[in-house]
């Protein structure tokens, strides 16, 4: 059981659509050039994140097997990064939601307790990131209407 959701959380991260992304580049503006840069971000500490889960899954017993990237991610070549960066979120939201629930289910094992709650901490982490670079912050919305007037 630990290791179907060990092998969930290793295909949900390093099949992620912010790795995707990094794969295919999408178009950014040189306004959003920290955007991207965060996306940058997020996919490393996925990649690292997969080898951790791969680890873990090995030691288990098991085969990691990251599985192929989603065929629905292939829309979104040649797309903004502006409307790629939602898609990226409600994805995390997604894994962050099944990293969660897990953790109630899993009290028993203290050393897989340990590895989900920095998956969720990391993933929370990596939300918050891109939600700031995406959206700006309360007072960068403010500044920027009180500019325009």
């Given at each position: 059981?630990?290791?179907?959701?060990?092998?969930?959380?290793?295909?949900?991260?390093?099949?992620s659509?912010?790795?995707?992304?990094?794969h295919?580049?999408?178009?950014v503006?040189?306004?959003?050039?920290?955007?991207?840069?965060?996306?940058?971000?997020?996919?490393?500490?996925?990649r690292?994140?997969?080898?951790?889960?791969?680890?873990?899954?090995v030691?288990?017993?098991?085969i990691?097997?990251?599985?192929g990237?989603?065929?629905?991610?292939?829309?979104?070549?040649d797309?903004?990064?502006?409307y790629?960066?939602?898609?990226i979120?409600?994805?995390?939201?997604?894994?962050l939601?099944?990293?969660?629930?897990?953790?109630?289910?899993?009290?028993?094992?203290?050393?897989?307790?340990?590895?989900?709650?920095?998956?969720?901490?990391?993933?929370?982490?990596?939300?918050?990131s891109?939600?700031?670079?995406?959206?700006?912050?309360e007072?960068?919305?403010?500044?920027n209407?009180?500019?325009?007037?």
């Amino acid at each position: 059981m630990a290791i179907t959701l060990l092998q969930m959380l290793l295909n949900r991260t390093a099949r992620s659509l912010a790795c995707y992304s990094v794969h295919v580049r999408p178009w950014v503006s040189y306004r959003r050039e920290g955007l991207w840069q965060v996306i940058e971000e997020i996919a490393s500490r996925h990649r690292e994140l997969s080898i951790r889960l791969s680890e873990e899954i090995v030691r288990r017993g098991g085969i990691p097997n990251p599985g192929g990237f989603p065929p629905a991610n292939a829309g979104y070549h040649d797309l903004a990064i502006e409307y790629i960066a939602p898609k990226i979120i409600s994805e995390l939201e997604k894994t962050l939601n099944a990293v969660k629930q897990a953790l109630c289910n899993y009290h028993d094992d203290s050393k897989l307790r340990e590895l989900l709650q920095q998956i969720a901490d990391e993933f929370t982490a990596e939300l918050e990131s891109l939600q700031e670079s995406l959206y700006g912050t309360e007072s960068d919305n403010h500044s920027n209407h009180s500019a325009a007037a």
